[in-house]
């Protein structure tokens, strides 16, 4: 059971907008950033937004974050097929590292 | 560049201690600017945090595994490490170290490739 709740799955098409949840609680991203973190297959997780919504250098604009109050979203536009991966929403809680379950995102 | 290289033995039994090392190069684990951390992923699941390290040594864990994780830093080899005793077959996963940067974002900004540790007699 993550501290964050996220979808397990999300889909979309090649050039559409997908959007992903992330929901907490006022100790963790109600009072703190929230990350994402996106994990392509057999690969490390990557670092994809940090803050809220700011993009690390080499991180398309095409990936956007937002939050509002204790949830935050991960918008991604003009799908790729390169997309399709394990996203992550994280947040510090006090002094404590916490995690969603992850989202696997398929491009149909 | 600075890279993170997770390094241990990839198969522990059960009741004994998982102990690995995360070796940082291309800059120095003394920087003030960094926490150290590490985060495990069992097979098919999410990330878990399992805790971090601030050079100065103070640590902070996961509640969860507070009573059997130990995380240290050796600052001459450019070194932390993490050992987590009377593992079970629940602690089978990937291990991940990663650094999260801490005078701007507090995000996990690096990450090793990861090792993976079986608990299995």
């Known amino acids: 059971q993550s501290v964050l709740t996220q979808p397990p799955s999300a889909s979309g098409t090649p050039g559409q907008r997908v959007t992903i949840s992330c929901s907490g609680s006022s100790s963790n991203i109600g009072s703190n950033y929230v990350y994402w973190y996106q994990q392509l297959p057999g690969t490390a997780p990557k670092l994809l937004i940090y803050r809220n919504n700011q993009r690390p250098s080499g991180v398309p604009d095409r990936f956007s974050g937002s939050k509002s109050g204790t949830s935050a979203s991960l918008a991604i536009s003009g799908l790729r097929s390169e997309d399709e991966a394990d996203y992550y929403c994280a947040a510090w809680d006090d002094s404590l590292g916490v995690f969603g379950g992850g989202t696997k995102l398929t491009v149909l | 560049q600075v890279q993170l290289q997770e390094s241990g033995p990839g198969l522990v039994k059960p009741s004994q201690t998982l102990s690995l090392t995360c070796t940082v190069s291309g800059g120095s684990i003394s920087s003030g600017s960094y926490y150290w951390s590490w985060i495990r992923q069992p097979a098919g699941k999410g990330l878990e945090w399992i805790g971090r390290i601030y050079t100065s040594g103070s640590t902070n864990y996961n509640p969860s595994l507070k009573s059997r994780v130990t995380i240290s830093v050796d600052t001459s080899k450019n070194q932390f490490s993490l050992k987590l005793s009377s593992v079970t077959a629940a602690d089978t996963a990937v291990y991940y170290c990663?650094?999260?940067?801490?005078?701007?974002?507090?995000?996990?900004?690096?990450w090793g490739q990861g090792t993976m540790v079986t608990v299995s007699s």
């Open positions: 990663a650094r999260a940067e801490i005078s701007v974002s507090y995000a996990f900004d690096i």
